[in-house]
């Protein structure tokens, strides 16, 4: 078991206060966060990091959803696979984990070259098994039927030791995938719920991270989405459904942006291996959304390739990185300066 201490348990609740705050104007994430944290009484990037290191250990596989196939180009946004990238970063050098990166057809390039942003090879499958510092890209089957015997097949293969769900799209309780907005996605997402649904029955530790309510992970707080997320009742498209995902996850980050829920795991993992090193820093984050951007992902603004995420400019991410980077290194230090002179020379 990781146990957090008090104090890391204080600095979780601060790394949650930061990635959780309202920027966006959509006017959700307080009540989503709110009812995230009724059903999981500890912070809940502490809580995901402390079960991620218990449950990986070198050389353990861990599979990483994400990507949304955004509307109406039906290829990705930096939300989402930027946050993936960085945390398989981080799941490399503090936990010795192979990051295999699930996503559509369509997002397989985006993914790749954020990987390679955040500093990781990007090779087939098997040499990510064998290799360190290396990940591999698997575009998902669109088929349900096919992604059933895929991910069965995986889990077998691969024996993961958690999946993680990050801004990633879930089919709702009529089977159909949408967009925030309530559009129909349902042709261009692979059916990667398949392998979360079998992940849960083989008991496999399953985390998500979400920003809006139509992300795999939020079922677990389907009852407040409904209410406080607008249109969430009822889809825009002919299904008639609502716009939460029905495969639930044993944990669910909510975060203003769904890359700063990535990015609070990683604060919290450094946190609680007192490595700083294992949080990425802005240079690596610049660097993982301009590859990103480069590849085809847009940023959820004017529709233009353009750095940055949910339609929040690239350096302000970074900023965000920093002041994580800073809590994580004085949350290391915690009170240490009521205990001895910080500045001896004084
Ligand atoms: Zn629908």
Redesign the pocket.
């Known amino acids: 078991m990781v146990t957090p201490t008090p104090e890391q348990r204080r600095m979780g609740d601060a790394i949650d206060r930061l990635v959780s705050v309202e920027i966006t104007g959509r006017g959700v994430i307080g009540e989503l966060y709110a009812a995230a944290r009724r059903i999981q009484e500890d912070p809940l990037c502490l809580t995901a990091a402390a079960r991620l290191l218990e449950a990986v250990h070198k050389g353990d596989v861990v599979l990483l959803a994400t990507g949304l196939p955004t509307y109406p180009w039906f290829a990705g946004e930096q939300d989402g696979p930027v946050g993936a990238a960085t945390l398989a970063r981080a799941l490399v050098l503090g936990a010795g984990a192979r990051p295999v990166v699930l996503t559509d057809p369509a997002n397989a390039e985006i993914c790749a070259a954020a990987l390679r942003g955040a500093g990781l090879y990007v090779r087939p499958v098997e040499d990510a098994l064998r290799l360190p510092t290396t990940a591999a890209v698997v575009a998902f089957p669109l088929e349900w039927d096919e992604a059933a015997a895929r991910a069965s097949a995986m889990l077998d293969r691969l024996r993961p030791a958690a999946l993680i769900a990050i801004e990633r799209p879930g089919a709702?309780e009529?089977g159909?995938y949408?967009s925030s907005g309530?559009k129909?996605l349902t042709d261009h997402c692979a059916k990667i719920d398949s392998a979360f649904a079998a992940a849960r029955t083989r008991g496999i530790l399953t985390i998500a991270v979400g920003d809006g309510g139509n992300e795999i992970g939020c079922a677990a707080i389907r009852d407040t989405v409904l209410r406080v997320v607008p249109h969430a009742t009822r889809?825009?498209?002919?299904?008639?459904?609502t716009v939460v995902p029905a495969v639930e996850t044993d944990i669910l980050v909510a975060a203003a942006i769904s890359n700063w829920g990535a990015y609070g795991i990683e604060a919290a993992m450094a946190l609680l291996l007192g490595r700083p090193e294992v949080m990425h820093g802005r240079d690596v984050d610049a660097r993982t959304q301009e590859l990103c951007a480069a590849a085809g992902a847009n940023n959820d603004g004017p529709g233009l390739l353009d750095v940055g995420a949910d339609a929040l400019p690239g350096p302000l991410h970074g900023h965000v990185v920093d002041l994580l980077g800073t809590m994580v290194r004085n949350g290391i230090d915690f009170g240490r300066l009521y205990r001895e002179p910080r500045y001896p020379w004084f």
Do not use: E, F, L, M
């Not at 889809?235 to 459904?241: E, K, S, T, V």
């Open positions: 709702n009529r159909h949408h309530g129909r889809c825009a498209c002919p299904c008639g459904g």
